[in-house]
């Protein structure tokens, strides 16, 4: 958009946890990404529900799940929204 980069960088990465909602609507899930040197692995955080702020804490990324998104399973390829910015 008119040359203004992203505001949070994005990177797949392999999620070690699986998610078991089925998606409706766009779901940013709160969670722990590490840079590997094969690439990016991230983990689902506990306390999920928007009342459960505690997860925010340890928050370094957002897995960012698309509308209809399937229950996602361990190993599975995501897109992230790392929170960080030094970390890339």
């Known amino acids: 958009l008119q040359g203004i980069e992203p505001l949070l960088p994005r990177v797949n990465a392999i999620c070690s946890s699986s998610y078991a ?3 409706g609507s766009r779901r940013f899930i709160r969670a722990l990404a590490s840079p590997r040197e094969d690439g990016w ?11 459960m702020i505690r997860s925010l804490v340890d928050c370094n990324a957002l897995i960012d799940l698309p509308p209809g ?20």
């Open 41 to 51: 692995t991230v983990s689902i955080l506990p306390g999920q529900k928007p009342s």
């Open 69 to 88: 998104h399937p229950p996602m399973e361990a190993g599975s390829e995501v897109s992230i929204l790392l929170l960080d910015r030094s970390a890339v």
């Open 21 to 23: 909602k089925k998606t």
